[in-house]
T-cell receptor, first 114, second 113 residues
């Protein structure tokens, strides 16, 4: 039990639609990171937020965006969904944004794009 | 381009024996490395870490070895227990990039009772 929750558990969308995924971090954790894990692959870093501002981004297009709120919740938004966006989306929270701070992962949201 | 690689998708080991999971990386600028363990329907959980200034770190049954010249990382589990059966990911980060980790593709470990 990491104290990090994600909703929904599963989601089915069609190509071109928009989706919002939600994450609730541990209290006191000021950093949230989002990862995409395609089938058979390791997690790929999308971006991280620290105190409600994006402060690191991986190789993902601008249609992937996020928000972090003061109540330790956050969102990942994906516009204009493509078939290749089908994946498990993981959020992870940590107290700070140092690489040595332990990240606590949620169980993920499984997104299927048809 | 996969900068962190785990070339063994699966590994089976008898209970009580040693499990050795391997990880290779391509970029010598990585300075911090992690191993995560993942059970089905759960997120990855942190297992052990090592900084590039060290070549070994131990935590109970788990030891991580870092060979910088070979760009190779390994995780040793001794003795292996059935509860260790999970997918193991190695991950690496560059200096001053926060939580931006590059993950390998994972190795599924099965410990046979």
């Amino acid at each position: 039990e990491t104290g990090v929750t994600q909703s929904p558990t599963h989601l089915i969308k069609t190509r071109g639609q928009q989706v919002t995924l939600r994450c609730s971090s541990q209290s006191g954790h000021n950093t949230v990171s989002w990862y995409q894990q395609a089938l058979g692959q390791g997690p790929q870093f999308i971006f991280q937020y620290y105190r409600e501002e994006e402060n690191g981004r991986g190789n993902f297009p601008p249609r992937f965006s996020g928000l972090q709120f003061p109540n330790y919740s956050s969102e990942l938004n994906v516009n204009a969904l493509e078939l290749d966006d089908s994946a498990l989306y993981l959020c992870a929270s940590s107290r700070d944004f140092s690489s040595t701070d332990t990240q606590y992962f949620g169980p993920g949201t499984r997104l299927t794009v048809l | 381009d996969q900068q962190v690689k785990q070339n063994s998708p699966s590994l089976s080991v008898q209970e009580g024996r040693i499990s050795i999971l391997n990880c290779d990386y391509t970029n010598s600028m990585f300075d911090y490395f992690l191993w995560y363990k993942k059970y089905p329907a759960e997120g990855p959980t942190f297992l052990i870490s090592i900084s590039s200034i060290k070549d070994k770190n131990e935590d109970g049954r788990f030891t991580v070895f870092l060979n910088k010249s070979a760009k190779h990382l390994s995780l040793h589990i001794v003795p292996s227990q059935p509860g260790d059966s999970a997918v193991y990911f190695c991950a690496a980060s560059f200096p001053n990039t926060g939580n931006q980790f590059y993950f390998g593709t994972g190795t599924s470990l099965t410990v046979i009772p």
